[in-house]
């Protein structure tokens, strides 16, 4: 069976095929660095990172590119109020973002652009906006076009006459039509900004994305993804700007998550219940919070509550706990069995069920109900009075890979040694001193995935376990 992907361009499900047998170029959207990320934030993280694994799983070469909004109203207000740098404040919560995402299970993408590092492609992509008539300068702001691109509304479902209603025109724009958006906004006194062709000034939100997605992989991508919430405008706005650049289509499939609430209600920091990953954390293990999100079909909304919660860690315990007996029974002696074949066609029949499931709209509801079910027949097969060193061995690497694809795992991290923990830390530190920061950032990176956080201080790096 070949993957379904809901595609939003066309609302409903489609065989995926890529445009390169065997290749995957897939763009999602990143998050705005002028804070730590919320929960809302963490959810297409996990689920990307998640149908990112699934496609290698499946064989497919994915090229993984994720943006950092590193320029933005909200980054130059927040740098304003701390009087920090924009780009001290930006690396900052940069870094903040990796530690978290990597506690969270999620690999780093291939590549995590910048806009401030594209800004001499993204003043020239919108030069060539303007010269082919979808863009005009006005007074050192350049606008998109919007009635000009025929197919814009196509992502969202939504005619342009219907856009219309609500649409203005804000105090001191200069737009030809209210719907058109802006590509390059003007400098005001003491923001950040750059030269252009248009005067000193920084790119609209939209533009960024529609550059770095073709800069880093190509005209046309495979998908596409992001928070429901971008729809519109974001990535109506990006198809249009890069449709009207290259002429081609911008991305042949759309993936978008649902929002998340807080106990049935929208979280928002007016009602206080902003949850930052930063923060939570420190009191649930981020296993269990992936464990949560991921219980739950990507598209459908999904309800952050305590007793949801503890339902989810009570689950992923139930799938720890076979996996130790597991192992357990392995390290005890085993002796040979004479009904190995049927719990090893069980396995099978349920590894069948979990690409299913995953084929099926990457539906990791599903597939961790398969995982359920093989801790059930798990359970069975070690309550037989004789068991077999091959068959214990097929069912714990059969958790491993498929608990690898949804980034669960399920052996017990604390196993780790103090000696292992120091040696590691001995060779990021030499890492460090040899200016080898990819391997510096490795080292922290995989310690982080094992729940050991890092503190450099000037008296040298401590560790701690985390809660």
């Known amino acids: 069976m070949a993957i379904q992907i809901f595609n939003s361009l066309s609302r409903q499900k489609e065989p995926f095929v890529p445009l390169e047998e065997g290749k995957v170029k897939m763009y999602v959207c990143g998050p705005t660095v002028y804070n730590f990320i919320h929960i809302g934030n963490a959810r297409p993280v996990i689920v990307y990172d998640t149908v990112r694994r699934y496609l290698q799983y499946k064989g497919f070469d994915v090229k993984f590119v994720s943006n950092f909004t590193d320029v933005d109203d909200k980054i130059i207000k927040a740098a304003n109020e701390l009087g920090e740098d924009v780009s001290d404040l930006t690396n900052r919560f940069i870094d903040a973002y990796f530690e978290d995402i990597t506690a969270l299970g999620c690999q780093k ?3 995590h652009p ?14 060539v906006l303007i010269d082919k008539g979808f863009a005009y300068e006005s007074q050192g702001d350049v606008y998109y076009r919007t009635r000009k691109f025929e197919e814009y509304g196509k992502l969202s479902h939504q005619p ?13 724009e200069k737009k030809e039509d ?3 958006f802006a590509l390059w906004k003007a400098a005001k006194p003491g923001e950040i900004k750059w030269e252009s062709p248009w005067g000193e000034g920084r790119p609209g939100w939209h533009i960024e994305c529609s550059v770095m997605a073709r800069e880093h992989l190509g005209d046309t991508i495979d998908i596409h993804a992001g928070g429901q919430d971008l729809t519109f405008p974001h990535h109506e706005n990006e198809i249009a700007q890069s449709e009207a650049y290259t002429g081609k289509t911008f991305a042949r499939y759309w993936m978008h998550n649902g929002y998340i609430n807080i106990d049935n209600e929208k979280m928002s920091k007016s009602l206080g219940n902003f949850v930052l990953v930063h923060d939570i954390r420190q009191q649930i293990d981020p296993q269990v919070l992936r464990f949560f999100m991921l219980s739950v079909h990507y598209r459908h909304p999904i309800n952050f509550a305590q007793d949801l919660v503890e339902a989810a860690k009570s689950g992923l315990e139930r799938l720890r706990s076979a996996y130790s007996n597991l192992q357990h029974r392995l390290t005890a ?8 074949e049927e719990y090893l066609t069980q396995i099978q029949e349920v590894k069948k069920q979990f690409e299913n499931a995953m084929d099926d709209d990457f539906n990791t509801a599903n597939a961790i109900s398969a995982l359920f079910e093989l801790a059930r027949i798990a359970n069975t097969y070690l309550n037989e009075n004789n068991t077999e060193e091959h068959v214990l061995k097929t069912f714990l690497e059969t958790f491993d890979v ?15 040694l103090d000696e292992e923990i120091e040696a590691l830390i001995e060779e990021r530190n030499a890492a460090r001193k040899n200016r080898d920061f990819a391997r510096s950032d490795e080292i922290r990176d995989q310690l982080l995935s094992m729940n050991i956080i890092l503190e450099d201080t000037r008296q040298g790096t401590r560790w701690k376990r985390g809660l």
């Open 178 to 180: 209210p719907l058109d």
């Open 333 to 340: 002696s085993a002796n040979l069995s004479n009904n190995g």
């Open 109 to 111: 993408a291939d590549v």
């Open 160 to 172: 342009i006459d219907d856009l219309k209603v609500g649409a203005r025109i804000e105090a001191g």
């Open 114 to 127: 910048r806009v401030t590092n594209h800004m001499d492609d993204i003043i020239a992509f919108i030069g």
């Open 402 to 416: 498929l608990g690898d694809v949804l980034g669960i795992k399920l052996a017990d991290e604390d196993e780790i």
